[in-house]
């Protein structure tokens, strides 16, 4: 008997398990009721003056991690789309030199006059902070983002949010499915079916839309 007609039963059942196993995750996934964020403090509406938010570029407590290479393009990107105030972002160039750091976070002591400064330099109402909490960069790929926009004037929280969005979770994998079928990323996608809880950048986008979605209307 050949060593191939040995190793040929093998792969045949190995590859009817395999099979098996994706036809119960999609069916899986098919039933489930996407993912949509629940941890978050929202006010019912943003008053009518507050038209215009300074963005401060994404905090994570590893300044070398790939993530920071691209996170604060694509989040700009997504809250722009959500279109309820004008977008005014400050670039990690500007917090080095007015702060002597390159990002903050809402949680620690803030730079002496901070808020002071965007208020004054930016004509801005509020202040967007987002902090990166956790990223695991392979499959299945997971994303802890808190987010806080704060009155500049009041210093108000306005809107809050603490969501971990993991893509081995089938509610997650749907709302991506969703994600990936909608205009703005069928043609980054097209080519690589499920590449949205695949790809960093693009799994980003999707994190960031479901963040921002849950921003109040004005």
Sequence with gaps: ??????????????????????????????????????????????PSYFN??????????????????????????ELLQERIFEVIPISRE???????????????????????FLEKNTQSNGVLFTEILSYRPYRPMSLSVRSKL??????ELMWAIDETIDAGHASVQLAAHQY??????????????????????IFAKFVASKIFETLPNR
């Design 94 to 116: 500007t917090m080095k030199i007015q702060f002597g750091k390159e990002m903050v976070s809402s949680t620690n002591p803030l730079p002496n006059n901070f808020l002071t």
């Design 180 to 201: 990936q079928s909608a205009s703005q990323v069928r043609a980054i996608s097209k080519k690589t079916q499920g590449s949205t809880i695949q790809s960093p950048r």
């Design 1 to 46: 008997m050949s060593v191939l007609s040995k190793i040929f039963p093998i792969l045949l059942t190995l590859c009817f398990f395999l099979g098996c196993r994706k036809f119960e995750q999609e069916k899986i996934v098919a039933n489930a009721v996407p993912y949509t964020a629940s941890n978050l403090y929202p006010i019912e509406r943003l």
């Design 52 to 77: 215009r938010v300074a963005v401060l570029p994404v905090y994570h407590q590893d300044p070398d991690s790939t993530l920071l290479s691209f996170v604060d393009e694509i989040f700009q990107q």
């Design 150 to 155: 704060i009155d500049l004037k009041s210093g």
